[in-house]
């Protein structure tokens, strides 16, 4: 059964993640990424968690941080599921004993193929549109088509 869950990223405010939940948002997102506009501080992400309601799952997304700096927020921020968006493989995005989500730039099919067998123990893949500079975030979106039959 496919079903449709919600995560709003980007939340950099307390009164923004509430309003999410409250129209439906089974999870935020906190970008722990310095080159974001939308980038929060641990103690921001605390902020923003700190009043969310049950059952709303909280995402911190990191692109191509060090395990010490990811270490460091998971321990003072209560973070339920991590998305990694650079270049980590498998074998990092298991080392913090939380699910992880794998975002992968699409550029054709075999992204896809390459993605689901490189990262066997992701939760979920995420594809994004491919940027040669940014990873993720842009506004942009690739040929949707090409998931057909992955």
Request: charged share 25%; net charge negative.
């Amino acid at each position: 059964m496919n079903t449709i869950r919600t995560k709003i990223c980007g939340i950099t405010r307390p009164e923004d993640a509430l309003a999410a939940a409250e129209l439906g948002a089974d999870a935020i997102g906190l970008v722990f990424y310095a080159k974001s506009k939308r980038a929060v501080s641990i103690e921001q992400a605390q902020a923003v968690v700190k009043n969310l309601p049950p059952f709303v799952s909280v995402v911190a997304l990191f692109v191509n941080e060090n395990e010490q700096t990811i270490r460091e927020i998971l321990r003072q921020v209560p973070i339920d599921v991590i998305q990694f968006h650079g270049d980590e493989d498998d074998d990092f995005c298991r080392r913090f004993d939380r699910p992880y989500l794998k975002a992968v730039r699409v550029q054709s099919a075999a992204d896809i193929q390459t993605a689901c067998a490189k990262f066997p123990n992701a939760r979920a893949l995420l594809f994004d549109a491919y940027h040669p500079t940014e990873y993720g975030g842009t506004g942009q979106s690739f040929d949707w088509t090409i998931l057909h039959g992955n």
